[in-house]
């Protein structure tokens, strides 16, 4: 099993950055890829960025160029930053982690999942 514990969410202004970290523990070694995740009110929850093991990385169109997605294998953990933040961009953020090389963008190759952080842009 592998436990996946978020943080870094809060309130910030339109125009504003945030780093999410997702830290994870068990047996990490089993990690392929890990993916930052988020649902808004009323919408499906949606890919936002995702990297593998060797560093490849996949974005949702709506954030490339504005969010990063980094990983410290070391500390087996995964960093999102997110810049020039809009209010589109809340919602609550979830980190996931896939046991599988598989395409990075599929919500169901996924196994294991965090309990979310919340980040909410003001106008």
């Known amino acids: 099993q592998v436990q996946l514990v978020e943080s870094g969410g809060g309130l910030v202004q339109a125009g504003g950055s945030l780093r999410l970290s997702c830290a994870a523990s068990?047996?990490?070694?089993?990690?392929?890829?890990m993916g930052w995740f988020r649902q808004a009110p009323g919408k499906e929850r949606e890919v936002v960025a995702a990297i593998r093991r060797g560093g490849g990385t996949y974005y949702t169109d709506s954030v490339k160029g504005r969010f990063t997605v980094s990983r410290d294998n070391a500390k087996n953990t995964v960093y999102l930053q997110m810049n020039s933040l809009k209010p589109e961009d809340t919602a609550l953020y979830y980190c996931?982690?896939?046991?599988?090389?598989?395409?990075?963008?599929?919500?169901?190759?996924?196994?294991?999942w965090g309990q979310g952080t919340q980040v909410t842009v003001s106008s």
């Open positions: 996931a982690a896939d046991r599988d090389v598989a395409p990075l963008s599929i919500e169901t190759e996924y196994d294991y």
């Open positions: 068990g047996r990490t070694f089993s990690i392929q890829a």
